[in-house]
């Protein structure tokens, strides 16, 4: 368990722990296990939802995919703790009327009954707008939009507790990949950006009251400081801003991370790496200015490129969980297998053999950030003082098992009872 520079990550709780009947147990060896991090280790969870839906008994021919998808759970469950389900609108709700809700419902339950958190992305965004939405009057939109979110989060707000609310709204009044604009930048274009935030916020939030609502963006610029300011400054209840770090183009490097991370910490609120890439292949030219133009018919991961998005993973990872305003990373693919632009980013190639980034990030989350089992001995009261990163632990003692939450960094008190 290595915690340098890592304090504000880690608790020491001293647990009086009793047996069945309240008593002290004194003098009592106690093992204690780690079951969970607080930190929301994630990554999107898209290439398993099939594996989520499929029938236990499969087709003769559909054995060699299902074994490929079981493999891949198991290696995404080893290292991560929090799952993003897609719900891009044009491919969840193709026809009007007719949303993905039983097949989604599914991937997410199917992530929750193994202990996994599941975000939701995106709520509102512009570039993948459903089609039959685009000719229809302003406010039949934005009614549409509305009854959207109060649909997804409503319907999902049994195993969903955190949502992209609205993904880069700082480009979304002016964006344009049609001859004519999509419905939502059109309506982001009438009613503005901060109105456009307030609309999926409090939709979101009117349909659960508890769930995460986070504003993501890619525009690291002062653009996208000036709407959060807005925002802010129009009553907007944020919960945590969404930062992407999409680096094709290269590594952004220990100090323009901090940099970042720090203009975007003044606000006072948890930052969110929603979107986190780096390559083990050649990098996209520098010049390529919207990394969806840069279209190669083939980017393959090399060795030499694996090795450096290992050395880059570890340095990236460890710059982010050093901050204290970081309190979620979510890697943007597991595999290469389908990648987002056909780029090499993910943590395991091809052909399901994990890349050397994928063995370096576990042995961070599951090494050195975690608290290997330890068995303690409890003094004359019964106490026994736990130190570990937050979350959550099991203690066991001749049989029987209690749990224990670290759920703050310093020092605090607690009991629990074994039988």
Same mark, same amino acid.
């Given at each position: 368990?290595?915690?340098?520079?890592?304090?504000?990550?880690?608790?020491?709780?001293?647990?009086?722990?009793?047996?069945?009947? #309240?008593?002290?147990?004194?003098?009592?060896?106690?093992?204690?296990?780690?079951?969970?991090?607080?930190?929301?280790?994630?990554?999107?969870?898209?290439?398993?939802?099939?594996?989520?839906?499929?029938?236990?008994?499969?087709?003769?021919?559909?054995?060699?995919?299902?074994?490929?998808?079981?493999?891949?759970? #198991?290696?995404?469950?080893?290292?991560?703790?929090?799952?993003?389900?897609?719900?891009?609108?044009?491919?969840?709700?193709?026809?009007?009327?007719?949303?993905?809700?039983?097949?989604?419902?599914?991937?997410?339950?199917?992530?929750?009954?193994?202990?996994?958190?599941?975000?939701?992305?995106?709520?509102?965004?512009?570039?993948?707008?459903?089609?039959?939405?685009?000719?229809?009057?302003?406010?039949?939109?934005?009614?549409?939009?509305?009854?959207?979110?109060?649909?997804?989060?409503?319907?999902?707000?049994?195993?969903?507790?955190?949502?992209?609310?609205?993904?880069?709204?700082?480009?979304?009044?002016?964006?344009?990949?049609?001859?004519?604009?999509?419905?939502?930048?059109?309506?982001?274009?009438?009613?503005?950006?901060?109105?456009?935030?307030?609309?999926?916020?409090?939709?979101?939030?009117?349909?659960?009251?508890?769930?995460?609502?986070?504003?993501?963006?890619?525009?690291?610029?002062?653009?996208?400081?000036?709407?959060?300011?807005?925002?802010?400054?129009?009553?907007?209840?944020?919960?945590?801003?969404?930062?992407?770090?999409?680096?094709?183009?290269?590594?952004?490097?220990?100090?323009?991370?901090?940099?970042?991370?720090?203009?975007?910490?003044?606000?006072?609120?948890?930052?969110?790496?929603?979107?986190?890439?780096?390559?083990?292949?050649?990098?996209?030219?520098?010049?390529?200015?919207?990394?969806?133009?840069?279209?190669?018919?083939?980017?393959?991961?090399?060795?030499?490129?694996?090795?450096?998005?290992?050395?880059?993973?570890?340095?990236?990872?460890?710059?982010?969980?050093?901050?204290?305003?970081?309190?979620?990373?979510?890697?943007?693919?597991?595999?290469?297998? #389908?990648?987002?632009?056909?780029?090499?980013? #993910?943590?395991?190639?091809?052909?399901?053999?994990?890349?050397?980034?994928?063995?370096?990030?576990?042995?961070?989350?599951?090494?050195?950030?975690?608290?290997?089992?330890?068995?303690?001995?409890?003094?004359?009261?019964?106490?026994?003082?736990?130190?570990?990163?937050?979350?959550?632990?099991?203690?066991?003692?001749?049989?029987?098992?209690?749990?224990?939450?670290?759920?703050?960094?310093?020092?605090?008190?607690?009991?629990?009872?074994?039988?």
């Amino acid at each position: 368990m290595t915690t340098a520079g890592l304090s504000h990550r880690i608790g020491e709780v001293v647990v009086t722990v009793l047996d069945g009947d #309240g008593r002290p147990l004194s003098h009592r060896e106690i093992v204690v296990e780690q079951r969970t991090h607080a930190f929301a280790f994630g990554n999107i969870g898209f290439d398993l939802v099939d594996l989520a839906n499929q029938d236990p008994d499969p087709l003769p021919s559909a054995y060699a995919a299902r074994d490929r998808a079981v493999r891949l759970a #198991g290696q995404w469950f080893e290292v991560f703790n929090t799952a993003t389900l897609p719900f891009y609108w044009s491919d969840f709700e193709p026809e009007p009327g007719r949303p993905a809700t039983e097949r989604l419902h599914r991937a997410a339950t199917w992530f929750a009954d193994r202990g996994c958190r599941v975000k939701g992305h995106p709520l509102v965004w512009h570039t993948l707008a459903p089609d039959w939405l685009r000719p229809n009057p302003i406010d039949e939109i934005e009614a549409t939009v509305r009854a959207r979110i109060r649909r997804e989060v409503t319907g999902f707000r049994d195993v969903i507790h955190a949502w992209d609310a609205i993904n880069e709204a700082v480009i979304m009044p002016v964006f344009s990949n049609e001859p004519s604009p999509n419905a939502i930048t059109r309506l982001a274009g009438e009613r503005g950006p901060v109105a456009m935030v307030r609309l999926a916020f409090e939709e979101a939030r009117r349909a659960d009251p508890t769930a995460t609502l986070v504003l993501n963006d890619f525009d690291m610029s002062t653009a996208y400081e000036k709407l959060i300011e807005d925002v802010l400054e129009a009553g907007v209840e944020i919960d945590a801003i969404g930062l992407q770090s999409h680096m094709h183009q290269g590594y952004w490097g220990e100090e323009r991370t901090r940099e970042t991370l720090d203009r975007f910490a003044r606000f006072g609120l948890p930052i969110h790496m929603t979107e986190t890439t780096l390559l083990s292949g050649d990098l996209m030219p520098a010049e390529i200015e919207d990394l969806n133009d840069y279209q190669v018919p083939s980017w393959p991961t090399t060795p030499e490129g694996e090795q450096r998005q290992a050395d880059e993973i570890v340095r990236h990872y460890r710059t982010l969980l050093a901050h204290p305003s970081v309190q979620a990373i979510t890697y943007w693919g597991i595999t290469d297998e #389908g990648a987002w632009l056909g780029a090499p980013c #993910g943590l395991v190639r091809a052909d399901g053999t994990p890349k050397p980034a994928y063995q370096a990030l576990r042995d961070l989350v599951k090494g050195e950030w975690w608290r290997a089992p330890a068995s303690l001995r409890t003094d004359e009261a019964g106490r026994v003082a736990i130190q570990g990163w937050l979350g959550d632990y099991r203690l066991h003692a001749a049989g029987d098992t209690a749990t224990l939450t670290i759920a703050e960094p310093g020092p605090a008190q607690a009991s629990v009872r074994l039988g």
